[in-house]
């Protein structure tokens, strides 16, 4: 049925009353950029501006933006829509959304004017420069922070070492001169000495994590896994745990001493959840590929943790109470999770208390360039 010109008017009527009155701004303009149309919000900013040039009204410009331009952008060169965001002749960001007028009158035909929808975007934007502003201020904040643990970690190393020199000592040429109280507090002195040895350690491995900037290269992640149990051999003999790797490892982009350090650190996370009565205590490393990441695993038969600490674990200073480990600093897991989260990946576990451990780390197939801690 072909509507009759009443309707048309009625229809026409009631499309001017809504673009009048709706909240974005609504501007109709030909292209020769004359303005044919603006509501009530851009006439409240701008003023009647009927007949003059958008580009005078917008941005207060004597001619048409050279980039960047509806009528140059749908007109012209027949795009089907445009949207940009720039700041008006008030310092304003206005986002402008534009299509091509369609005549109501007529079997659909694209005349030669466009309609634009102008949205002020000035508090989303300065909100974002805000937020970008407090980023980088937490950002200088975490380097001071970093530079000062490097500094004392640093600096407690030669008193450490003096200390240990002189627990050892005592403990070679006085013990048995000591009563048994006294036997106690030098046992926990050279303890604690090696607990903080350990600790500072850690410290400066975390420290060292996020400050590493080295270009990520192609290497074989398996030679990086017999390292890092080669490494432990001690603590895996000690305790009597084989360790089973897949004999399919990829070749990946990383940066080569920190994904050593993080599966140095997993491998000692597993020896030291294996459990003091584990009758045939295993490590199993395994490899997979989802979507566009390598999966790699760390999985443990040890007593296993549960799942309310699966992620506290990943917190600094967080150990759990199941054991009683002078060697556990509570920053080996944050160490890890620093490293893959620099890589552009995740780490996970899955776990039930007393049947075992698997710990999950991805990282991207396709090279990223280069390992940035602040990425995570």
Same mark, same amino acid.
């Given at each position: 049925?072909?509507?009759?010109?009443?309707?048309?008017?009625?229809?026409?009527?009631?499309?001017?009353?809504?673009?009048?009155?709706?909240?974005?701004?609504?501007?109709?303009?030909?292209?020769?950029?004359?303005?044919?149309?603006?509501?009530?919000?851009?006439?409240?900013?701008?003023?009647?501006?009927?007949?003059?040039?958008?580009?005078?009204?917008?941005?207060?410009?004597?001619?048409?933006?050279?980039?960047?331009?509806?009528?140059?952008?749908?007109?012209?060169?027949?795009?089907?829509?445009?949207?940009?965001?720039?700041?008006? &002749?008030?310092?304003?960001?206005?986002?402008?959304? =534009?299509?091509?007028?369609?005549?109501?009158?007529?079997?659909? &035909?694209?005349?030669?004017?466009?309609?634009?929808?102008?949205?002020?975007?000035?508090?989303?934007?300065?909100?974002?420069?805000?937020?970008?502003?407090?980023?980088?201020?937490?950002?200088?904040?975490?380097?001071?922070?970093?530079?000062?643990?490097?500094?004392?970690?640093?600096?407690?190393?030669?008193?450490?070492?003096?200390?240990?020199?002189? =627990?050892?000592?005592?403990?070679?040429?006085?013990?048995?001169?000591?009563?048994?109280?006294?036997?106690?507090?030098?046992?926990?002195?050279?303890?604690?000495?090696?607990?903080?040895?350990?600790?500072?350690?850690?410290?400066?491995?975390?420290?060292?994590?996020?400050?590493?900037?080295?270009?990520?290269?192609?290497?074989?992640?398996?030679?990086? !896994?017999?390292?890092?149990?080669?490494?432990?051999?001690?603590?895996?003999?000690?305790?009597?745990?084989?360790?089973?790797?897949?004999?399919?490892?990829?070749?990946?982009?990383?940066?080569?001493?920190?994904?050593?350090? =993080?599966?140095?650190?997993?491998?000692?996370?597993?020896? &030291?959840?294996?459990?003091?009565?584990?009758?045939?205590?295993?490590? +199993?490393?395994?490899?997979?590929?989802?979507?566009?990441?390598?999966?790699?695993?760390?999985?443990?038969?040890?007593?296993?943790?549960?799942?309310?600490?699966?992620?506290?674990?990943?917190?600094?200073?967080?150990?759990?109470?199941?054991?009683?480990?002078?060697?556990?600093?509570?920053?080996?897991?944050?160490? !890890?999770?620093?490293?893959?989260?620099?890589?552009?990946?995740?780490?996970?576990?899955?776990?039930?208390?007393?049947?075992?451990?698997?710990?999950?780390? +991805?990282?991207?197939?396709?090279?990223?360039?280069?390992?940035?801690?602040?990425?995570?």
């Amino acid at each position: 049925m072909i509507p009759q010109k009443k309707d048309i008017n009625l229809e026409k009527y009631n499309l001017r009353n809504l673009l009048l009155n709706t909240g974005d701004g609504i501007i109709i303009k030909d292209k020769h950029w004359r303005v044919e149309f603006l509501n009530q919000p851009l006439i409240d900013i701008y003023g009647d501006q009927v007949g003059q040039h958008c580009f005078e009204m917008l941005f207060g410009r004597t001619s048409p933006c050279e980039k960047d331009c509806p009528i140059e952008e749908i007109l012209k060169n027949g795009a089907p829509a445009f949207k940009h965001i720039k700041q008006d &002749k008030f310092g304003n960001w206005i986002e402008i959304t =534009a299509v091509p007028a369609i005549e109501t009158d007529g079997p659909g &035909k694209m005349n030669d004017s466009i309609i634009g929808i102008v949205r002020d975007m000035s508090k989303i934007m300065n909100l974002q420069d805000e937020l970008r502003t407090r980023n980088m201020e937490i950002k200088l904040k975490n380097n001071e922070l970093e530079n000062f643990v490097y500094t004392v970690s640093h600096d407690l190393r030669s008193p450490l070492v003096s200390l240990q020199g002189l =627990a050892g000592a005592l403990m070679e040429d006085c013990y048995d001169q000591l009563d048994d109280q006294g036997k106690e507090y030098l046992l926990d002195i050279k303890n604690s000495v090696h607990r903080m040895g350990l600790l500072v350690r850690d410290l400066l491995d975390l420290s060292r994590v996020s400050r590493s900037q080295h270009c990520s290269k192609e290497v074989p992640i398996d030679g990086i !896994v017999q390292e890092a149990v080669g490494q432990l051999k001690i603590s895996l003999k000690e305790k009597n745990v084989k360790v089973v790797i897949d004999e399919q490892m990829p070749a990946i982009f990383c940066n080569r001493d920190m994904i050593l350090l =993080a599966l140095i650190n997993l491998l000692n996370n597993s020896i &030291k959840f294996m459990g003091d009565n584990n009758p045939n205590p295993c490590i +199993s490393i395994n490899h997979t590929i989802q979507d566009n990441y390598h999966i790699f695993s760390v999985q443990d038969n040890g007593i296993g943790i549960e799942k309310k600490y699966h992620k506290k674990i990943f917190e600094i200073f967080q150990t759990l109470n199941e054991i009683k480990d002078i060697n556990s600093t509570g920053v080996g897991l944050t160490i !890890v999770k620093r490293i893959i989260e620099g890589h552009k990946g995740q780490v996970w576990v899955e776990s039930e208390k007393g049947k075992g451990s698997t710990f999950y780390f +991805s990282l991207p197939i396709e090279d990223h360039s280069a390992f940035s801690p602040e990425q995570g």
